[in-house]
């Protein structure tokens, strides 16, 4: 074992949960057809896929006038662009860029953009 799976192993967690009946003989059954080697791997597969599908968006604390720069700015690197993904991508409340971006296109500041 390398130096690096060495900490990695140190560094793991240990997690445990019960199943209803149901639950582990479906897992079982997906053992059994050499899908997953125990249950082990199918929970930690889970994890992976779950953990993977679920996203935190982050709000940042910013005043107006600086979030409208910073939405201008957007609009100017990336011509088109939905709403929702200005509002992640520069972690921005999306009523803010909402707000925002009206008030730009009322500006005529969005225009040839």
């Known amino acids: 074992m390398s130096r690096a799976e060495h900490e990695q192993v140190k560094q793991s967690k240990t997690v445990g949960t019960k199943l209803a009946p149901r639950e582990y003989e479906e897992i079982s059954s997906l053992i059994d057809a050499g899908i997953f080697l125990s249950a082990?791997?199918?929970v930690r597969e889970a994890i992976r896929y779950k953990l993977k599908s679920v996203k935190v968006i982050k709000i940042r604390d910013i005043?107006?006038?600086s979030a409208k720069k910073e939405?201008?700015?957007y609009?100017?690197?990336y011509d088109e662009a939905y709403l929702s993904e200005v509002s992640e991508d520069l972690e921005?409340?999306?009523e803010l860029v909402i707000q925002i971006t009206e008030e730009l296109e009322r500006e005529g500041r969005?225009?040839?953009i």
């Open 71 to 73: 939405v201008l700015g």
């Open 75 to 77: 609009y100017r690197s």
């Open 63 to 65: 005043d107006y006038e």
């Open 110 to 112: 969005l225009k040839g």
């Open 92 to 94: 921005l409340d999306l």
């Open 40 to 42: 082990s791997d199918f």
